[in-house]
């Protein structure tokens, strides 16, 4: 397996295991892996009301910082771009949102996940 490939597996694998964990904690998944001219939007839920943009970062340490850190400054601002476009793309135009990360580190044993509900 390539490199490249093995990074899409672990990403695929938290992206799955977030929205397995986000239903338990009552959000209701709209679209995985929404995709636009722009990139990718993780995940979008719905949660007590409010439309939530979720960015999913997986790493197998916290060798070089949580992964939350992960969605820096610059990332923030293409999800943002992103989460436009859909609400216009939906006609969603006055819908309340917010921005969730969710950090999982996957170790030898049981997965550390982290939600960050309006992380930004």
């Given at each position: 397996m390539r490199h490249?490939?093995?990074?899409?597996?672990?990403?695929h694998y938290g992206e799955e295991l977030a929205a397995s964990v986000l239903k338990k904690?009552?959000?209701?998944?709209?679209?995985?892996?929404?995709?636009a001219?722009?990139?990718?939007?993780?995940?979008?839920?719905r949660h007590r009301g409010?439309?939530?943009?979720?960015?999913?970062?997986?790493r197998k340490s916290d060798r070089?910082?949580?992964?939350?850190?992960?969605?820096?400054?610059?990332k923030q601002a293409r999800?943002?771009?992103?989460?436009?476009?859909?609400?216009?793309q939906k006609h969603l135009g006055e819908t309340p949102v917010r921005f969730d990360v969710v950090a999982i580190t996957?170790?030898?044993?049981?997965?550390?996940?982290?939600i960050i509900p309006g992380a930004f």
């Open positions: 490249k490939d093995k990074r899409n597996s672990l990403g904690h009552g959000y209701q998944i709209l679209e995985h892996n929404y995709a001219p722009l990139g990718e939007i993780d995940l979008i839920a409010t439309l939530v943009f979720i960015e999913v970062k997986t070089f910082g949580s992964p939350a850190h992960a969605v820096h400054p610059a999800l943002r771009r992103l989460a436009d476009y859909y609400l216009k996957v170790n030898k044993d049981t997965p550390r996940i982290e």
